[in-house]
């Protein structure tokens, strides 16, 4: 029989009354209903599913379990219909796919909404999730507030080096910007590959003085030595930065926030090292080494300028998509030494960032369940490698069609999805993901299924061509969780220090600067409206805290 609302509402009542009586962490597997086997799950699913009660994997886990799910799913207005539920009391079991920010896991944790359920993650319940959080502490980390309790599942999909046999694992998103520059110009004019920023002014200005477009067919005075977006997580001019010590790549959590080796954060933005590649680079704009469009130009824009044969540098996420046919053209450059005669010379430095992170807010279980251990147990099976891998994609014998002679499965090609379902292979998946608590391991790829090709090729590129290069591994991870006062700081001064920074910094590199006066009336501002200090204490506190969990 499915559960009424009516009944829920009771459970409610009763859960918070036994909620009440126990402290975070120490919350117990027995009480509520250990008789209940059917649950009610409310959340979000994608436009393109087919829904989940019909769905092969999750019937097969649910009898596995031996529970049954009424699934109250929908794609939109799922926010509104989570809010009603949540403020007029008639909780679910759980919720999945809602995203919950870490400032509502952290709100309704604290309230009883959702329960702790580190009891519950056990060898005995959850032998699944227990053996990876035990293996990777990092994410034991990501979904622990900083209260102590873990009141969601992890998500994630961590796409790492580790997935094409590196020994160490870096995120596929650690060096968001690969720079690149056209060889077969570099070659016509008798220039090596530049390997310091000194070397590829040269090389810049050698392209705009001899008008290198033409070789392609453009127009005369078409050529543009140099051409990225402005502060672009793929396609922005940071990496660059690296001959003054530092590559301050966009970020989920504060545009300017590095990491240290020492354990230390720190806004990159109000350094000595800053001011001077922004004083140094200015240059380059002003000699036309740098487009002048780089401030207001779209994506198809810039692939446009490259593909046409019209750009000498540029930035993106891999050759190919860039430069089109040209690609053979073009070669990566490394990470380049700071200026010829600069305290800078001979030395870079590139600040790692870390990969979109695990969250905890796509499955929780609320205090309306009568028997989270039941239920939980359900869940673990999600963590299976080959069930995540249906969960993901699609089902075996639909989406995977057979194995490998490394006990790999192939995932179904275009046209068999067309000649067996009158699909795409894309659209078979979008019929059958499930939305909620995956999480794929670098390990998984390769060993459970295949990575995408485009994506085996970036992590090559990052290993073989990067990697090298960089001589610290420390990044600020993007899953640290704040306390409900450091999410208020964030809210109340994140968003101007960044617009600020990036309003300051595109000022300096098209006008000149700054001044030192200029330069103290930059930091005092920071300081006075836009919180730094506050800011640094609280992103410090939660990386103090992230690095200690995983420890």
């Known amino acids: 029989m499915k559960k009424s609302?009516?009944?829920?509402?009771t459970c409610v009542l009763a859960a918070v009354m036994m909620l009440s009586l126990a402290a975070c962490g120490g919350g117990t597997t027995s009480g509520g209903d250990p008789d209940q086997t059917d649950f009610l799950v409310v959340g979000g699913m994608s436009t393109l599913s087919s829904g989940y009660d019909s769905n092969p994997v999750l019937m097969d886990l649910a009898e596995k379990a031996g529970v049954e799910i009424e699934w109250d799913l929908m794609s939109d207005s799922l926010?509104?219909?989570?809010?009603?539920?949540?403020?007029?009391?008639?909780?679910?079991?759980?919720?999945?796919?809602?995203?919950?920010?870490?400032?509502?896991?952290?709100?309704?944790?604290?309230?009883?909404?959702?329960?702790?359920?580190?009891?519950?993650?056990?060898?005995?319940?959850?032998?699944?999730?227990?053996?990876i959080l035990d293996e990777n502490p990092d994410i034991r980390s990501a979904i622990t507030m900083a209260d102590g309790c873990i009141y969601g599942l992890p998500s994630g999909e961590l796409m790492g080096t580790a997935a094409i046999g590196a020994e160490e694992d870096m995120s596929i998103y650690a060096i968001p910007e690969f720079s690149m520059i056209n060889k077969t110009w570099l070659d016509e004019l008798g220039l090596d590959v530049?390997?310091?920023?000194?070397?590829?002014?040269?090389?810049?200005?050698?392209?705009?003085?001899?008008?290198?477009?033409?070789?392609?067919?453009?127009?005369?005075?078409?050529?543009?030595?140099?051409?990225?977006?402005?502060?672009?997580?793929?396609?922005?001019?940071?990496?660059?930065?690296?001959?003054?010590g530092f590559t301050n790549f966009t970020s989920d959590v504060c545009f300017d926030l590095i990491a240290n080796d020492d354990g230390s954060v720190e806004f990159v933005s109000a350094t000595d090292k800053y001011r001077d590649a922004i004083t140094y680079f200015h240059d380059w704009y002003a000699e036309g080494l740098m487009d002048l469009e780089m401030f207001s130009q779209s994506t198809s824009q810039l692939i446009s300028k490259v593909s046409q044969g019209r750009v000498g540098v540029t930035t993106w996420w891999y050759i190919e998509e860039i430069a089109g046919e040209l690609s053979d053209d073009f070669v990566f450059l490394p990470p380049l030494d700071g200026p010829v005669g600069t305290k800078y010379e001979g030395t870079h430095k590139v600040n790692l960032r870390s990969g979109p992170g695990v969250t905890s807010g796509n499955l929780n279980v609320t205090s309306?369940?009568?028997?989270?251990?039941?239920?939980?147990?359900?869940?673990?099976?999600?963590?299976?490698?080959?069930?995540?891998?249906?969960?993901?994609?699609?089902?075996?014998?639909?989406?995977?069609?057979?194995?490998?002679?490394?006990?790999?499965?192939k995932s179904i090609t275009d046209d068999e999805a067309q000649e067996?379902?009158?699909?795409?292979?894309?659209?078979?998946?979008?019929?059958?993901?499930?939305?909620?608590?995956?999480?794929?391991l670098p390990q998984y790829y390769n060993s459970v299924f295949y990575m995408e090709d485009r994506a085996t090729e970036r992590l090559e590129d990052l290993v073989n061509v990067w990697m090298p290069y960089v001589d610290s591994t420390a990044a600020y991870p993007n899953d640290a969780t704040f306390t409900n006062e450091e999410l208020e700081t964030i809210s109340r001064y994140k968003a101007d220090f960044s617009s600020q920074v990036a309003e300051y910094e595109g000022t300096?590199?098209?006008?000149?600067?700054?001044?030192?006066?200029?330069?103290?009336?930059?930091?005092?501002?920071?300081?006075?409206?836009?919180?730094m200090s506050k800011l640094l204490e609280v992103y410090q506190a939660a990386y103090d805290r992230y690095t200690g969990a995983a420890n």
């Open 420 to 440: 067996k379902f009158g699909k795409t292979a894309g659209e078979l998946k979008g019929q059958y993901e499930v939305y909620g608590p995956r999480l794929i």
């Open 368 to 409: 309306a369940c009568g028997n989270p251990e039941l239920l939980l147990k359900y869940f673990d099976q999600w963590y299976d490698g080959e069930t995540v891998m249906q969960l993901q994609y699609g089902p075996i014998d639909i989406y995977f069609t057979e194995k490998d002679e490394n006990g790999v499965w």
């Open 508 to 531: 300096w590199l098209k006008n000149g600067g700054p001044t030192d006066q200029e330069w103290q009336d930059y930091l005092t501002m920071l300081e006075d409206n836009c919180g």
């Open 79 to 131: 926010g509104e219909k989570v809010g009603v539920l949540i403020g007029g009391g008639q909780l679910p079991d759980a919720f999945i796919a809602v995203g919950f920010s870490p400032n509502d896991i952290n709100e309704y944790g604290e309230d009883g909404t959702f329960i702790d359920l580190t009891p519950y993650i056990t060898p005995e319940i959850m032998p699944n999730l227990s053996k």
């Open 5 to 9: 609302f009516k009944r829920i509402v």
């Open 194 to 244: 530049p390997t310091n920023l000194t070397e590829l002014h040269d090389a810049l200005a050698a392209f705009r003085d001899n008008d290198m477009a033409t070789r392609y067919g453009n127009a005369a005075g078409s050529t543009i030595p140099m051409s990225t977006g402005y502060d672009q997580w793929c396609w922005g001019q940071e990496i660059f930065y690296s001959g003054f």
